[in-house]
């Protein structure tokens, strides 16, 4: 069973810096994308970035909002996908979301963990 | 980007009844349409790839249709753990994703 489990959410300053992880189980994690997205509550779904598998090159893209704070990674020995988030603002509070995407289709996704970011 | 439209944004309807909701794309996105249900609290689950491929467990109540601009999600005979937010989401552009803003639909 594909298992996507997000942590390292809370609460956090405007300003400063958070790491969110994320364990996958199921699958053979290498051989897959990854993407991260959030919901800021009572919103709609928003695209954050995307890391390709290693045979892809590894390379990364973001959504223009978060291009330059936030950056994706992956350790495909332990089967976890990280987003760093730096420079946050208060814009940023939402649920963030890990998912897998199966030929450009997100097919799975985590629980989510929640960041919140206020003074 | 591609901008993602949903009608209605929101949906009052019984068990039992059909629904339709549509999306329109900004521009063509051929079929590269997917749609999702998000209950509250809960991740999205995708239900419906390629605008008309059935995600595996997924009741075959939900169908999906459509093509280029314009794509409809059909539930057939409404049952209770269906009522939720649905979205639409192109992946045309991928990896930049775009979703509509999402149509909840409410029981009657």
């Known amino acids: 069973e594909v298992q996507l489990v997000e942590s390292g959410g809370g609460l956090v300053q405007p300003g400063r810096s958070l790491r969110l992880s994320c364990t996958a189980s199921?699958?053979?994690?290498?051989?897959?994308?990854m993407s991260w997205f959030r919901q800021a509550p009572g919103k709609g779904l928003e695209w954050v970035g995307f890391?390709?598998?290693?045979?892809?090159?590894?390379?990364?893209e973001y959504a223009a909002s978060v291009k330059g704070r936030f950056t994706i990674s992956r350790d495909d020995s332990k089967s976890i996908a990280y987003l760093q988030m730096n420079s946050l603002k208060t814009e940023d509070t939402a649920v963030y979301y890990c998912?897998?995407?199966?030929?450009?289709?997100?097919?799975?996704w985590g629980q989510g963990t929640l960041v919140t970011v206020s003074s | 980007a591609i901008r993602m439209t949903q009608s209605p944004s929101s949906l009052s309807a019984s068990t039992g009844d059909r629904v339709t909701i549509t999306c329109r794309a900004s521009?063509?996105?051929?079929?590269?349409l997917a749609w999702y249900q998000q209950k509250p609290g809960k991740a999205p689950k995708l239900l419906i790839y390629a605008a008309s491929t059935l995600q595996s467990g997924v009741p075959s109540r939900f169908s999906g249709s459509g093509s280029g601009t314009d794509f409809t999600l059909t539930i057939s005979c409404l049952q209770s753990e269906d009522f939720a937010t649905y979205y639409c989401?192109?992946?045309?552009?991928?990896?930049?994703?775009?979703f509509g803003q999402g149509t909840k639909l409410e029981i009657k």
């Open positions: 521009q063509g996105i051929s079929s590269y």
């Open positions: 998912t897998r995407d199966r030929k450009n289709v997100v097919d799975y």
């Open positions: 199921g699958f053979t994690f290498g051989d897959y994308a």
């Open positions: 989401q192109q992946y045309y552009s991928y990896p930049l994703y775009t």
């Open positions: 890391i390709r598998s290693k045979a892809y090159g590894g390379t990364t």
